[in-house]
């Protein structure tokens, strides 16, 4: 069974950075994208950033030019630095990871989620 497994979340002040790391393991087939979503109680889980395999990267509106993400995937791992943390930043992050199975269909992998706290 596939396992993603986020690191890096914590407290941190308005105008601070955080880098948050997710692993991806058992599994030996190609990985098509990585990323990153976050959500907060009562409102739809929204897109942070991702990484597909040929490169192309997409960011959320609300950080566009403040976080950047990266893929190692070698390693199977994807970054996200966060600069400029803002409050409204606080929520759950979780890496997501789509992985192509044998017959090159593409499956969803969800990490249990990292807390960001930011304080105003």
């Known amino acids: 069974q596939v396992q993603v497994m986020e690191s890096g979340g914590g407290l941190v002040q308005s105008g601070g950075s955080l880098r948050l790391s997710c692993a991806v393991s058992r599994t030996s087939f190609s990985i098509y994208a990585m990323g990153w979503y976050r959500q907060v109680p009562g409102k739809q889980r929204e897109l942070v950033a991702t990484a597909t395999e040929d490169g192309r990267i997409n960011y959320g509106d609300s950080v566009n030019g403040r976080f950047a993400i990266s893929r190692d995937d070698v390693k199977k791992s994807v970054y996200l630095q966060m600069n400029g943390l803002k409050p409204e930043d606080t929520a759950v992050y979780y890496c997501?990871?789509?992985?192509?199975?044998?017959?090159?269909?593409?499956?969803?992998?969800w990490g249990p989620g990292t807390q960001v706290t930011v304080a105003s």
């Open positions: 997501n990871v789509r992985i192509y199975d044998r017959s090159w269909s593409i499956n969803d992998y």
